[in-house]
């Protein structure tokens, strides 16, 4: 009579294990909600809802599926706001530098708008090139080296 012992390991992820992006995403989303519901555990003030934000539309991008589209429909409100107006076709990366700095500069009472800009911002960071997407990738590298990939 013999006995075979089958071990399975299942290694997804070297530190959160079979996360995936779509999870990394819903939990980022999770947390910018829990923040401007006025969560007791999270506060956010605008540097922290624009953070969150850039986060979630970066994961979301990487994500694909419906995070893409979504993500990508709240980026063309500033797009076409910024782009269509008196200063001609500025380009993506004008747009991720004036959506960056209408996020991070204003006085905002609600934290809803930077939260908003700063998903616009991590979906157009992507699109956009350059020293943008140099960020934009380096945060995919660290989600993946997290076990989101």
Request: aromatic share 6%; hydrophobic share 50%.
């Amino acid at each position: 009579m013999s006995t075979e012992i089958t071990t399975v390991v299942i290694a997804a992820g070297p530190i959160l294990g079979s996360v995936g992006m779509s999870g990394l995403t819903v939990t980022t989303g999770i947390a910018l909600l829990a923040g401007l519901r006025g969560s007791d555990r999270l506060k956010l003030d605008r540097d922290k809802a624009g953070y969150f934000g850039i986060a979630l539309g970066t994961f979301a991008g990487a994500a694909g599926d419906l995070w893409a589209s979504v993500t990508s429909g709240v980026a063309e409100v500033p797009t076409s706001l910024i782009q269509g107006t008196v200063g001609g076709n500025i380009g993506l990366g004008g747009v991720a530098l004036a959506t960056t700095a209408t996020c991070f500069l204003f006085k905002w009472k609600a934290m809803v708008w930077p939260a908003l800009l700063g998903i616009s911002a991590g979906v157009i960071y992507g699109q956009a090139g350059g020293i943008w997407a140099i960020g934009h990738n380096l945060v995919i590298k660290l989600a993946s080296a997290v076990g989101a990939m």
